[in-house]
């Protein structure tokens, strides 16, 4: 059996020394480089990106690339 004064409770504050720097949504530690959290954050941006792109599709009524100027 645990002890319950180890563990801290929801009504006792911890202070910023002790408490982890994690994520919001995860328990993982925010990392830069080839980390697993930051490829899932780089994969969010990039499905953003793609929702952007249809919906300029769609409101433009043309395609990106021609949109953007990359093809005549």
Excluded: K
């Excluded at 645990?2 to 408490?19: I, K, N, R």
């Excluded at 080839?34 to 433009?60: H, I, K, P, T």
């Amino acid at each position: 059996m645990s002890d319950p004064s180890a563990t801290p409770s929801a009504d006792t504050p911890q202070d910023a020394s002790t408490a982890p720097a994690t994520s919001a949504t995860t328990s993982e530690v925010p990392a830069f480089g080839w980390s697993g959290y930051a490829e899932r954050v780089n994969g969010r941006f990039a499905m953003l990106g793609f929702a952007a792109v249809l919906l300029v599709e769609a409101l433009s009524h043309d395609t990106f690339l021609h949109w953007a100027g990359l093809v005549p």
